[in-house]
Each structure stands twice: as C-alpha cells, then as structure tokens.
C-alpha cells in the first residue's frame, strides 16, 4: 500500500513537471499567429453585429475589434493548451509550427477549410435531397415531403443551394 502512494506521488510529480509553461505556450500562440487569427475574427464578428444592428455606428465596432480583445482571448486559452498538452507536445508542435511546412500548414489551412466546408456543404444538400427521392419512391414521404399519415407535419426544408 505504501508503495502504491509513492508510485502515485511521483506520477503525480511526472504530470505536473510535464505541464508547458505560460511562456512555452505564448511562444506557440506566436509562432501560430493566433493573435492575428483573433483580430481576424473579431473583425469578421463586428462585420456581422454591424450588419445585424446597423444603427450601431461603424465608430463603435472600431473600438469593439480593439487588439486588447485578442489578448484576452489568448490569455484565456493558455490554461487550455496547459491541461491538454505537455510540455513535450508543445515543444514538438513549436518545432514543427517554425517548420516551412508547419508555416504553409497556418496560412493555408483557413483556405483549405473554407473551399471544403462549402464541398461539405454542397455535399450535404445532395444527399438531403436524395435521401428526400428516395423516401419519397418507397412512399415513406408523400410529394409534398410529408409522412402520409401525419397530413399536418411539415416537409423537410431542403439545404440552401449553394451559390456558384
């Protein structure tokens, strides 16, 4: 039993000397350009807000997408990174970031994204509206999209056609 207590100590011990350092996780923050990730963001959120409330002057929105809300953002996220990763794992994720390919990975990875959420979602109409076919063939659904049994349900809306 004893030394069960010392095994678990000293792992214990092991899980904490393993945790990254605030430093070692701003240094991949930086070396991410998450800050600018954050600016980009806050600026596309007010962009919307603006639009959503457009008796809001564009003045305010200004000061709204202020850099102190990055930072916060990232202070925010260190003890994340700290409960997730070791200090081994952001040692490794620091080597491979400064990496030209870890560098092509930041800076095409958002376009990467974007092109295959719209695939995803191009994707995902098409089904919607084979899955709805078919339903239909097997008589499960009625033309109009309706279960025949239920005359007042509503039909499925169909996914928005994506714009080309």
Known sequence: ??????LALGAAGQVMAAQPSDKQVRELFEV??????????????????????PCVPA???QGFIDASGSRQLL??????????FSAADVA????????????KVITQMPVTMAE????????GR???QAMIRQLQQNGTLDANGRCPASPGATPPKPAPSSSR
């Open 1 to 6: 039993m004893a030394a069960a207590a010392v």
């Open 32 to 53: 991410m350009h998450m800050e600018r990730m954050f600016d980009q963001m806050n600026s596309q959120m007010a962009g919307v807000m603006g639009q959503a409330v």
């Open 59 to 61: 003045s305010y929105w």
């Open 75 to 84: 202070d925010r996220m260190v003890p994340i990174y700290q409960r997730h």
């Open 92 to 103: 490794g994720l620091l080597k491979f970031y400064k990496s030209p390919l870890g560098q």
């Open 116 to 123: 295959g959420m719209k695939v995803g979602q191009e994707w």
């Open 126 to 128: 098409q089904r919607g």
